[in-house]
T-cell receptor, first 116, second 112 residues
Framework: GAVVSQHPSWVICKSGTSVKIECRSL??????MFWYRQFPKQSLMLMAT?????????EQGVEKDKFLINHASLTLSTLTVTSAHPEDSSFYIC????????????FGDGTRLSIL | KQEVTQIPAALSVPEGENLVLNCSFT??????LQWFRQDPGKGLTSLLL?????REQTSGRLNASLDKSSGRSTLYIAASQPGDSATYLC???????????FGTGTRLLVSP
């Protein structure tokens, strides 16, 4: 089945550091990728939707200058958390879609981000 | 605005029981509904996808139903096993949008 690889799975860094998370679709072309954030014991909240070759669409309340999203190819999207602070600590999950409405989204294994 | 709610929030059952998880959504204009499983600290595993025109989908011990007009879906798990312990999430894809709106989740614990 379809596989989405997310890297790294865990990152710990100092406050003020920028962190990049990669999301790759391994065996299909992902015209659209999604980035979610999940706090402990809560559900997933969509941060932004990115279509290959165009600017990402951010959800209300998500700072686009804080969370930079690039979707330069049909198999790779990146999320960069710029100048990360402790409040940015969370679990970030990406998903990928081929764009067909009858096909499910496929999710990565998530990235645990801890800012000290 | 689409809102998705899952009941119960947590469920604890002994091994072997059949159980039902509930999902309700406020806007019936959906493309499809998807059930996921999430293990602690992990990503999501897709279990079943029901298109808006379908009533149910089955995979092994899992059966999901959809009643779009009433805004409800159920996930039925037969003969539960300890390995079924996880958080179960439902999500709807709203018509006209690509994104999924997730429910609040049900944490399931199946004890041996």
């Amino acid at each position: 089945g379809a596989v989405v690889s997310q890297h790294p799975s865990w990152v710990i860094c100092k406050s003020g550091t920028s962190v990049k998370i990669e999301c790759r679709s391994l065996d299909f072309q992902a015209t659209t990728m999604f980035w979610y954030r999940q706090f402990p014991k809560q559900s997933l909240m969509l941060m932004a939707t990115s279509n290959e070759g165009s600017k990402a669409t951010y959800e209300q309340g998500v700072e686009k200058d804080k969370f930079l999203i690039n979707h330069a190819s049909l198999t790779l999207s990146t999320l960069t958390v710029t100048s990360a602070h402790p409040e940015d600590s969370s679990f970030y999950i990406c998903s990928a879609s081929s764009g067909q409405t009858d096909q499910p989204q496929h999710f990565g294994d998530g990235t645990r981000l801890s800012i000290l | 605005k689409q809102e998705v709610t899952q009941i119960p929030a947590a469920l604890s059952v002994p091994e072997g029981e059949n159980l039902v998880l509930n999902c309700s959504f406020t806007d019936s204009a959906i493309y499809n509904l998807q059930w996921f499983r999430q293990d602690p600290g992990k990503g999501l595993t897709s279990l079943l996808l029901i298109q808006s025109s379908q009533r149910e989908q089955t995979s092994g011990r899992l059966n999901a139903s959809l009643d779009k007009s009433s805004g409800r879906s159920t996930l039925y798990i037969a003969a539960s096993q300890p390995g079924d312990s996880a958080t179960y999430l439902c999500a709807v894809r709203v018509t006209g949008f690509q994104k999924l709106v997730f429910g609040t989740g049900t944490r399931l614990l199946v004890s041996p």
